[in-house]
């Protein structure tokens, strides 16, 4: 199937019956029907920040990479280190094209000896296949789409912990037994699920793969079970809002086919060490001759708005750059943002973004909420 040929028809999340009993305002992102906000966007991140919420990720691609050479494969694929990674592990890498763009970014956890089970991102799906399955021909190693089959759901918050262990998931939750990027096989009340210490919110959180034929029962059991805590679901709205406090790239808006890992600050996920990998050397390239932008985090001053698209002005008031994605921040109490800056504009530091509602704005190399990761680890 050629990519975002299934954006035509608008498909159903497992879950969609209980968004649309419950009044969520819906939208649609890559042919699928997502929960935009159930009661307000500003209300739900605070909610998941304070206590917990539920979140339909459901669209988000699935591919299954099995076989005797299914390591070697996603090694090549991968700009950092597959081959090494254990059972129950998981990793956040790029996949490269041979000029070095992005593409896509996805997490890639290893469940059996020859199994590797993958998340890409909604609209590049399509692409992340015919990626694997390129580089594929001459190995042992089968690619599958498992999206429309397997449901997805994140549990995210201070809580998500107590939740899950109330829902009835009888295996240890601490940071002993699973920590941060690791994933175990458990059972939930007869459903086997793939329980992974993972999220997009930077919070403690966790997220949950199994059969779509139990999505509906589970994510109702899960809504039943949060409501005396405080936990309830979260719209999109409000995971885009969280995402961006934190910093976490977006695909299609902070990162895509023409930006690579060292621009978009993501050269921690290249290992050097590694023999060859897909893009290894453009991106050499890339490293040897120097950049001439990479992406910053950006904090707006009180009344100043940011948003895609807004121009970045330098000291001088001369153009240095662009908004890929700016929002309110309700946790920070401030519009925040990631964007492109001219490597010559000193960072940390402050530039200004143009426009009728412009004004300062305060450059960092490192996210504004939480900076050193501390809430992820509960």
């Known amino acids: 199937m050629a990519e975002g040929s299934d954006i035509a028809i608008n498909k159903k999340t497992p879950f969609y019956p209980w968004h649309r009993d419950h009044g969520a305002a819906l939208y649609e992102k890559g042919g699928w029907v997502r929960p935009a906000r159930y009661e307000g966007a500003r209300q739900e991140h605070l909610r998941v920040r304070a206590v917990g919420g539920i979140i339909d990720v459901h669209s988000m691609g699935k591919v299954v990479v099995e076989g005797e050479h299914a390591a070697a494969l996603l090694d090549f694929a991968a700009t950092n280190d597959i081959a090494g990674l254990k059972v129950g592990g998981a990793r956040y890498t790029c996949f490269c094209a041979e000029d070095g763009g992005i593409v896509d970014d996805v997490i890639v956890y290893r469940t059996g000896e020859d199994r590797y ?33 397997t449901a997805y759901i994140a549990v995210q918050g201070p809580r998500s912990r107590e939740l899950l262990a109330a829902a009835g998931i009888k295996v240890d939750l601490g940071d002993s037994a699973l920590g941060y990027f690791e994933a175990v096989e458990v059972d939930l009340h007869g459903v086997p699920v793939l329980l992974a210490r993972t999220g997009y919110t930077g919070e403690l ?31 999109g709205e409000a995971m885009m809002t969280l995402r961006l406090e934190k910093g976490y790239r977006s695909y299609g808006s902070d990162i895509d086919l023409g930006v690579n890992p060292l621009e978009a600050g993501l050269g921690w996920v290249v290992d050097w060490n590694k023999a060859d990998f897909a893009g290894r050397a453009a991106l050499a390239a890339a490293r040897e001759r120097g950049l001439d932008r990479r992406m910053v985090y950006l904090r707006a001053e009180p009344e100043v708005r940011l948003a895609r698209g ?11 750059g662009e908004v890929t994605s700016g929002l309110y921040g309700p946790s920070l109490e401030a519009y925040v943002g990631l964007g492109y800056l001219d490597a010559a504009v000193p960072a940390p530091g402050e530039v ?6 412009g004004g300062q704005v305060t450059v960092a190399r490192r996210p504004f909420f939480d900076p050193a990761g501390e809430r992820l680890r509960g």
């Open 117 to 149: 089970y993958l998340i890409t991102n909604t609209l590049s799906r399509y692409r992340v296949l015919d990626f694997l399955r390129d580089h594929a021909l001459g190995r042992q190693a089968a690619v599958a789409d498992v999206t429309s089959a």
């Open 205 to 235: 959180g966790y997220e949950l793969n199994f059969p779509a034929e139990y999505g509906l029962d589970v994510w109702e059991h899960l809504c039943a079970t949060g409501e005396p805590m405080g936990i309830s679901p979260v719209g």
């Open 310 to 320: 807004d121009q970045l002005l330098d000291a001088a008031g001369q153009p240095a």
């Open 352 to 357: 200004r973004v143009g426009g009728e509602l």
